[in-house]
C-alpha cells in the first residue's frame, strides 16, 4: 500500500464567510422572484461549508424548499417555473464567487426525494426560511443503503466517459473533469461508509481525512489524492485536464475491484 501523501497547503479551505452570504442573497432573491410565498426554505452546503472548496472548480450547492402545489415532482417544478428560474439565473455567474458552477435543486417542502437521504445536521446552513419536517435525518442504516447504491452508480458512470467525449472538442474536456471530480469526492466517503464505518462520521469529514480514510481500504494507486492534488490551480491547461479524467478512470477501477472483491 503507497502512503497517501497530499498537497494539503494547495487545496482545501472554506470558501470566504462574506462571498457565501453574497452569493446566498443573491440566490434567495431569484427565488423569491420566481416562487414568491410557495419558497418555505433554501439551505447552502458542500465544500464551501466543509472546508474543502477549490477556487473555480467547486460548485455552489443550495436546495430550495417549495410548496407542493409548484412542484411536478419531488424534485421538479412546474416547467413554467423551471424556465423562469432559468431566465433569473442565466446571468448568474459563479466565477464572481469564485465558484466553477451553481448547483441549484428545487425538492417538494412536503415530499422530500424517496431515493434521497437527507444532508445530516451540521453539514448544511439555513439561508432563508427553515429546512422542512421531511428533511428530518433517517436511521443510519438509509445512508448506508444509499453509499451502496451510489458506490454502484459511480462505478458505471466515471468507465463509461470516455464513449461519451471521443468526438467531444477540447473546450469541453474541462466541463468533464468537473463533472467527474463529483463522483470521485464521492468515493473519498461512500467508500468508508461501505467498509462499515459510521456514515455520520464519515459526511461530516472534510475531503483531506475522507481520502486518507478511504485510500487505505480500497485504492492502491492512490488515485483520489493524486487526483485532487492536480486538480488546483484550476482551470488546468489540456494536458493537466485528460491527466485528471485518467486518474479518475483509476479511482473508479480500484473502487470496483474493491466492492467486487467484498
Not at 77 to 104: C, I, K, M, N, Y
Not at 122 to 143: I, S
Request: charged share 25%.
Amino acid at each position: 500500500m503507497l502512503p497517501t501523501v497530499m498537497r494539503e497547503d494547495a487545496w482545501g479551505r472554506p470558501l470566504d464567510p462574506k462571498t457565501c452570504e453574497e452569493a446566498s442573497r443573491k440566490v434567495v432573491a431569484s427565488l423569491k422572484r420566481v416562487f414568491g410565498s410557495a419558497l418555505t426554505g433554501v439551505i447552502f452546503k458542500g465544500s464551501a461549508l466543509k472546508g474543502d472548496f477549490i477556487a473555480f472548480w467547486s460548485d455552489l450547492d443550495f436546495h430550495a424548499f417549495v410548496a407542493s402545489a409548484e412542484m411536478s415532482s419531488a424534485r421538479e417544478p412546474h416547467r413554467h417555473l423551471a424556465l423562469a428560474l432559468q431566465r433569473e439565473f442565466g446571468t448568474f455567474v459563479a466565477e464572481d464567487f469564485q465558484a466553477g458552477s451553481l448547483q441549484l435543486y428545487c425538492i417538494d417542502a412536503s415530499n422530500y426525494p424517496a431515493d434521497w437521504v437527507p444532508s445530516l445536521p451540521g453539514t448544511y446552513q439555513v439561508v432563508f426560511g427553515a429546512a422542512p419536517e421531511c428533511f428530518a435525518p433517517v436511521d443510519m442504516g438509509a445512508y448506508r443503503r444509499r453509499a451502496e447504491q451510489d458506490l454502484i452508480g459511480i462505478c458505471r458512470f466515471i468507465p463509461s466517459l470516455p464513449a461519451k467525449i471521443l468526438d467531444h472538442p477540447d473546450s469541453r474536456l474541462p466541463g468533464w473533469a468537473r463533472r467527474m471530480g463529483m463522483d470521485v469526492k464521492c468515493l473519498a466517503y461512500v467508500v468508508p461508509i461501505c467498509a462499515g464505518n459510521d456514515p455520520d462520521r464519515v459526511w461530516r469529514l472534510p475531503l483531506l481525512e475522507a481520502i486518507r480514510l478511504a485510500e487505505p481500504i480500497a485504492f492502491p494507486s492512490r488515485a483520489l489524492s493524486r487526483f485532487f492534488d492536480l486538480v488546483p490551480p484550476w482551470p488546468a491547461d489540456i494536458g493537466r485536464t485528460r491527466k485528471l479524467i485518467e486518474l479518475g478512470l483509476e479511482a473508479a477501477d480500484d473502487a470496483a475491484a474493491w466492492r467486487d472483491s467484498r
